[in-house]
């Protein structure tokens, strides 16, 4: 394998086969050493969660591909925390950042309120989804971009941003019902989505770490919630 790119979360190698390998790190975004997914830099590092994000991710995306949702996964090894991956082209690399995320929002807190508390509380839940796009660049703190913005800048076509976003919304539904089967309640959660031969996908992870979520009004750490999901 070579590696191509270090991540905050993981590290990318290129496989002979043409496909991508996806070296999952025990690192978390936050800020003190406090779990936070909406943060842009590593906050803390914690034990086992590498591999507690692979084992999740590969839950959903099984998931997803029973519900017709085509992603870039094609296998892991879960021992070694590496998950095989389709290559594909990510959003808004050749703006000088590392990609482009996309966030939904179920309720509103973390950044969202930072940004705008005097508007709405902090818990409100968001009906229907609030979907927004952030380009991953840690000089400029992650900066917010419109839809609107996406297409001109040439990031993807406006029927490309459609289908992001309805991907979005559709598989943060998945997730929700069935955190909600086990009592759990969604509150944010954050993807990445590329294109392989034209066509938009959702790439990288659905993990523990990339998620806000409750349980009877309490934040579940990412170790905790991965055993949630998978020892039910």
Same mark, same amino acid.
């Given at each position: 394998m070579k590696l191509t790119y270090v991540g905050k979360t993981k590290d990318v190698y290129q496989l002979e086969n043409g496909n991508v390998m996806l070296k999952f790190k025990d690192d978390c975004t936050g800020k003190d050493g406090v779990f936070d997914p909406g943060e842009n830099s590593v906050g803390l590092t914690i034990e086992g969660i590498g591999k507690a994000?692979?084992?999740?991710? @590969?839950?959903?995306? &099984?998931?997803?591909?029973?519900a017709g949702i085509k992603t870039h996964y094609v296998s892991a090894d879960v021992d070694n925390a590496m998950m095989e991956v389709l290559p594909a082209e990510c959003f808004g690399k050749d703006l000088g950042g590392n990609g482009l995320e996309v966030i939904c929002r179920l309720v509103a807190t973390g950044s969202f309120i930072r940004r705008y508390g005097e508007y709405i509380k902090d818990g409100t839940p968001l009906e229907g989804g609030y979907v927004e796009c952030t380009f991953k660049? &840690?000089?400029?703190? &992650?900066?917010? !971009?419109t839809g609107e913005g996406l297409v001109a800048l040439k990031v993807m076509t406006a029927e490309m941003f459609e289908s992001m976003k309805a991907q979005t919304l559709a598989i943060t539904k998945i997730v929700a019902d069935d955190l909600k089967t086990i009592g759990l309640d969604l509150? &944010?959660?954050k993807f990445e989505f590329g294109y392989n031969n034209g066509e938009v996908i959702l790439i990288?992870?659905?993990?523990?770490?990339?998620?806000? @979520?409750y349980k009877d009004g309490k934040i !579940?750490?990412?170790v905790e919630l991965t055993k949630l999901i998978l020892n039910r």
């Open positions: 994000n692979l084992r999740t991710s @590969v839950y959903y995306f &099984d998931l997803l591909k029973k660049n &840690d000089a400029k703190g &992650d900066p917010l !971009v509150w &944010d959660i990288d992870e659905i993990a523990s770490g990339n998620m806000r @979520v !579940v750490d990412p």
